[in-house]
């Protein structure tokens, strides 16, 4: 299967496109490292759910514009990465026009199916990332109950699957509750970004229960450390009243 990719640039900006107007990526050519859009900055909030040193070993599905890879290689130096990508020329526009930075001991990018990999290989991860759509928007196998099972078998204890999910699409509150039923619950949705994506967070293992208060208190060291902003996603949380006791547990 090709990926029909178009490239596009505004207001000093990079945007990758799979033959339609949906964002598939995106880079600030100014800061190729940071995490441009801000459903890629939440997906990495699982940096607020866990303590430093974590993660360890990190697996993507979906490789992009290589944003949360490039992230995570340049800010968390304990981490080993994989990145599983089904179409090879996504690859390779990432390292052309995305700055994807060459493989080493800490960054591997695999060309395969994502749910081919994650029901097959019997690694544990601490965390697991998935942001794979086609040009429709849509996540096909990558949203079925049988992914979303193979991936709690694939956490570690303190391990957390960090999903991006479209909530504009039909299917959304299905994939929401295959999530519950393969976490037993354990699932946490943030607020839908203005874009429309939606991240949820799950795990079988270590529970996570803290505050709002201590949230933000992560988020500024966290931000101090990395540029990564996620003090306007507590706002959002804070604001949307999912949290009326102002504590997150799961």
Known sequence: MTVPIDISEESGVRYLHFGSVWVQGAMRIRKPDALELEYTREMMAGLLLRAAPWPERVLLIGLGAGS???FIHRHLPQARTTVVEIAPEVHAVASQYFRLPPEDERLQVMIGDGVHFVVNDDSQWDLIVVDGFDRNARAGKLASQAFYAACRARLSPNGLLSVNLFGQIRGFKTQLKRLGEAFDGRVFALPPCPSGNVVVFAHAGNPV???????????SELKTASGLDLKPSLKRLDKSGQLPDGRIAF
């Open 68 to 70: 949360i890879a490039k």
């Open 209 to 219: 229960e803290t505050s709002l208060a201590a949230l933000g208190e992560r988020a």
